[in-house]
């Protein structure tokens, strides 16, 4: 039995736009003092995993590649798949690569985390439950009424009652004040056998269609026609919301997605040197020495061809942009 580091690598980070694009997603952009998010999740992996196995897109491999390299992380594994097919199915390429009895550890490559000694904590408590049959997702223990996460309801025993979408604010507050509610962070553990069995059960054309894939995998990389066969459902509605052997770990230790340009000002705060004055508005990207007058819980983001303004309490509207020019001007995405 080992203990596999599956980190997931597909995403875009929309809401990061205009910083993060199609060709260098969030994960990749050396915002900490030179570090990536995609490295500082494999350094922090490295000591808990036996193994690192990337599961990525053929848009983002070599980034992935590149950082590993830079962070002197060998001796990975990884599955490049030809198109995105959402989380149940990138999972399922880790578990059918691993043994019946590997644990998987899955972790998308974007989480910012501090409190190593919480973490492995939390990480081996979730090891346990694994091998003792559950599907195990980690929660956090909210701070606030966060609209930009999902919720996990759980009882006192932290059996998985429901997964929730993003709430409104008001929702939040009651999810909050009710202390049964963690924030989804996305991040599970589980024996592949089990989570294949489960897909199987609930999701069995996923199933079949990852299967198929991964049997003409070719060093490493998954043939198209067969990839796109695969339905693109994440792993929360095709196993996760059905099965019956779901387990919640609850954590404390600093997480964030960083998922919003909000997430990363809070991020900065918390770690400006002391007496540090604080900060009112936020200026990312831009050389240019920027004034502002009269305006406050701003953020301006600036790159070579776009300029973003906005109040810090509309982060979240950034995917709408993003979507929008999609259509409009979809190379100010590339």
Known sequence: MAIINVILSGGVGSRLWPLSRKSRPKQYIPLFEGNTLFQMCARRNRAIADQIQVIGSIDNYELSRKDLLAAEVTGYKEVIEAAPRNTAASIAFAAFTARPDDVLFVTPSDHIITGEQAYRAAVEKAVKL????????????????????????????????????????????AYVSSGRYLWNSGMFCFKASVYLQELQ???????????????????????????????????????????????????????????SFEALWDYLDKHEEEGTEKRINLVLGSQKHVEFIGLENLILVETDDAILVMPRNLTQDVKKVYERLEVEKPELLK
């Open 130 to 173: 694994a091998n003792e049959g559950y599907l195990v997702t980690f929660g956090a223990v909210p701070k606030r009424p966060e609209t930009g996460y999902g919720y996990i309801e759980h009882d006192e025993h932290y059996n998985v009652c429901s997964f929730k979408e993003k709430p409104g604010k008001e929702q939040a507050e």
């Open 201 to 259: 059960r609930y999701a069995p054309e996923v199933y079949d269609t990852a299967q198929k894939a991964v049997l003409k995998i070719d060093e490493g990389f998954l043939p198209t026609k067969e990839t796109m066969d695969i339905p693109s459902i994440s792993v929360d509605y095709a196993v996760m919301e059905h099965s019956e052997k779901i387990k919640v770990v609850p954590f404390d230790f600093d997480w964030s997605d960083l998922g």
